[in-house]
């Protein structure tokens, strides 16, 4: 099925785009916590808001996806 392969790929990449985004927390939060210049501490922040922003919208995508998967699973096992 060409829509179930593009999900899987679809998902495959969100996968990827998530370990970047929690590297990117991770690195935000260490900022956060290990800065001397308040102006770091706030850019790090912000950076954090973005991160977590993005992730939201992330994971909101990845459990779409995976409930279509389910959809199509739930289909072929009817047949």
């Not at 919208?57 to 699973?73: F, H, K, N, V």
């Amino acid at each position: 099925m060409i829509k179930e392969r593009q999900l899987r790929q679809e998902l495959s990449s969100l996968e990827e785009r998530l370990s970047l985004l929690d590297r990117q927390l991770a690195d935000a939060l260490h900022r956060i916590h290990h800065s001397r210049s308040a102006d770091l501490i706030e850019k790090a922040e912000q950076d954090e808001k973005a991160y977590l922003a993005q992730l939201d919208r992330l994971m909101t995508r990845m459990r779409a996806i995976e409930g279509q998967l389910l959809q199509i699973d739930k289909g072929a096992t009817r047949h």
